[in-house]
């Protein structure tokens, strides 16, 4: 293919030229381990072409920009990401310059902007059921608008993250409407069957992803009197990438964002990208052959931009977004860390850490190169997600485990301070997921209803214990709005029909800027949160050693109820612990000394207070769901 590909290739810059052509064997290679015969011959001089054009269309600055970055730009400890609803959080792209200043204030400088193309309204799920992939939805504005935020955070110095939804589109999408007006052509766009037959045997042994509000993995299409595959939600139709124009066109839309000057672009859903009938349908092998693909034309079109694999899946089968055998590091750069997230919630509910570091063999695999996008709470919901064998390590039941875990999130648990809801059930597995926002799942909600001034201020605690226990993990901390502010649960979804069926909608709020205005008002449950979260994200920047190349190490659980971990390079060791409990925890001053630190200060630059390095009979003593950031002296 090679030979006759050189005929045809054009050249557009010696840079752009010199990275096609060393690319040009793998592409072939990957793209061959998945198409094959005449037409996939022809596809494949199409994807080269569109490559061609996408490199030929790429902005000056961006190709400048691109040089300018270094390989691993997106591991820097100075990286400080939030994920924000353009329109919940200000109203529409024209409102976010002003509100840049802001973010600034709190320390972010990468905006992960929700779906923005266009979505039918009632039918969106909040823009992930895409219609349009080139077209701003006209309720957040124009490309153009788009385009001036891009600029304006260029500027400031902040990164732009946009999503591409890679396995569905909406219903009323270009392909799905001439799909469904019998255009064969566009059938084959997605998995269209004649009768029940397939699907019956695919349903045999796929999950279901939405039981409550969508049950089921396809939807009848009266119109061409077919069945048609919708993992989600019935609006949202799989794209079926045995075609391999679909890859074609998709790429198209990867590259068109990248030129928009997108630094990560968050892959949606890539688990479920490859069916095969027989299977779970989900993290199939060609899922990474497509992945390293497209690794590869974005590394020949836009080596600046950094992509995110949003699988949500447990963490042995995380480990290979990450790539793996001769494509180590050449797949996704970012993958979520649902685990640990998942995971820090269970130290909340228990106060223990025993089931987190019985699952951290496992995370710790990640190659150096990547990272983790940490968070503890974002637009959707909260999975247990973490392997059974974990909790049986911790010599627990896991399904006993599991409930007490979503009764104390749900508030249904006695005593529980939490006030979140549960998200998905399915009364056949008995799983169900948690919504609810980190105020509320802290406790804050109720500690308010309640005027009880003790459990405000532990709630707050715990709050801050989350958020500083994900920013200094290794990875890029994705704050989401409204935590640093102290939101509860928004119920308003429950009137809007478009919402209600969705409960995932009470943790993404509209954002009151009244409210905002009291992170001034010295002592309001907003000031201390935002100027805590503010005073955490600062830390963070001070200190190289939290950039992400994998160099974190677990203390030994010396005291069940402190998470501590190592974070070391050359010149630099830190050292975070976190009391999970509502008690002062003592953690022996041996937990320091195995790991070879003694004869040293600790300078805690979250109280600012140094300690020294005890003796083995004397403790450390950690207050209440407190934590230490220490810097080895
Ligand atoms: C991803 C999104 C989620 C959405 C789903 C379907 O998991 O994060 O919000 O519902 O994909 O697109």
Request: proline fraction near 4%.
């Amino acid at each position: 293919m090679i030979e006759s590909l050189e005929k045809i290739k054009v050249s557009v810059d010696p840079k752009f030229d010199k990275r096609l052509d060393q690319a040009l064997p793998i592409l072939e290679n990957l793209f061959k381990k998945i198409y094959c015969g005449k037409e996939a011959e022809i596809q494949f001089f199409e994807l080269i072409k569109r490559l061609t054009e996408a490199a030929k269309a790429r902005p000056s600055e961006l190709k400048k920009e691109d040089e300018r970055k270094s390989q691993d730009w997106f591991l820097s400890n100075e990286l400080c990401g939030m994920s924000l609803y353009v329109d919940q959080f200000c109203g529409t792209l024209a409102d976010m310059p002003s509100k840049l200043d802001y973010l600034e204030e709190l320390g972010v400088n990468l905006l992960h902007l929700m779906p923005l193309f266009e979505s039918p309204e009632g039918e969106s799920d909040g823009g992930y059921a895409v219609s349009d992939y080139r077209k701003v939805d006209s309720k957040f504005g124009t490309l153009k608008d788009l385009k001036a935020v891009q600029k304006k955070m260029r500027k400031k110095g902040m990164h732009l993250m946009l999503d591409i939804v890679l396995n569905h589109t909406s219903h009323h999408h270009e392909w799905a409407k001439r799909a469904r007006n019998g255009e064969k052509e566009y059938q084959d766009f997605f998995y269209m069957y004649d009768n029940r037959w397939i699907p019956n045997e695919f349903e045999e042994s796929m999950p279901e992803i939405f039981p409550e509000s969508s049950p089921g993995n396809f939807t009848y299409v009266k119109e061409c009197d077919k069945w048609v595959m919708t993992v989600f939600h019935d609006y949202q139709w799989d794209l079926n990438f045995m075609n391999p124009r679909v890859l074609i066109e998709m790429m198209d839309n990867v590259l068109f964002y990248a030129n928009l000057g997108v630094d990560i672009l968050r892959i949606d859903a890539p688990a479920f990208i490859w069916k095969e009938n027989g299977t779970s349908s989900q993290n199939l092998p060609q899922v990474h052959t497509l992945l390293q693909l497209i690794k590869q034309c974005v590394k020949v079109v836009s080596p600046g931009m950094a992509l995110l694999g949003e699988a949500i899946v447990p963490p042995k089968q995380i480990m290979k977004y990450f790539g793996s055998g001769e494509f180590v590091a050449q797949e996704c750069d970012f993958a979520y860390n649902a685990t640990h997230m998942a995971l820090t919630w269970d130290m909340l509910a228990t106060s223990e850490t025993k089931v987190m570091l019985a699952a951290q063999h496992d995370i710790l695999k990640k190659p150096v190169g990547t990272s983790w996008i940490n968070y503890i709470r974002c637009h959707d919901d909260i999975g247990l997600g973490f392997e059974d064998q974990s909790i049986l390590d911790s010599q627990k039941d896991p399904h006993a485990h599991r409930s007490y875990l979503k009764n104390y999130f749900s508030g249904a648990f006695p005593g529980s301070p939490s006030s979140g809801a549960l998200f998905s059930s399915n009364p056949k597995t008995g799983d169900a997921r948690i919504s609810g926002s980190l105020a509320s799942l802290c406790g804050l909600e109720r500690a308010i209803e309640n005027k009880d001034q003790r459990e405000v201020e532990l709630s707050i605690s715990k709050i801050l214990l989350m958020q500083s226990h994900s920013m200094f993990l290794g990875g890029l901390p994705m704050l989401f709005y409204g935590d640093e502010i102290a939101y509860t649960n928004d119920y308003s979804f429950q009137l809007d029909p478009a919402k209600s069926y969705d409960n995932r909608w009470m943790h993404r709020p509209k954002i009151d800027w009244d409210k905002v205005e009291k992170r001034k008002d010295n002592g309001s449950v907003e000031q201390l949160v935002f100027s805590q979260t503010q005073k955490l994200i600062g830390i963070r920047k001070e200190l190289p050693v939290i950039s992400d190349y994998s160099n974190l190490e677990w203390m030994s659980p010396h005291n069940v109820h402190v998470a501590g971990f190592i974070r070391e390079n050359e010149s630099e060791k830190f050292i975070g612990v976190f009391n999970f409990s509502d008690q002062e925890a003592f953690l022996t001053w041996y937990a320091f000394r195995e790991k070879g630190i003694f004869d040293v200060e600790l300078k805690d630059h979250w109280t600012g207070n140094e300690f020294s390095v005890g003796a083995d009979h004397e403790y450390l003593i950690i207050p209440p769901y407190g934590f230490y950031l220490f810097e080895v002296k």
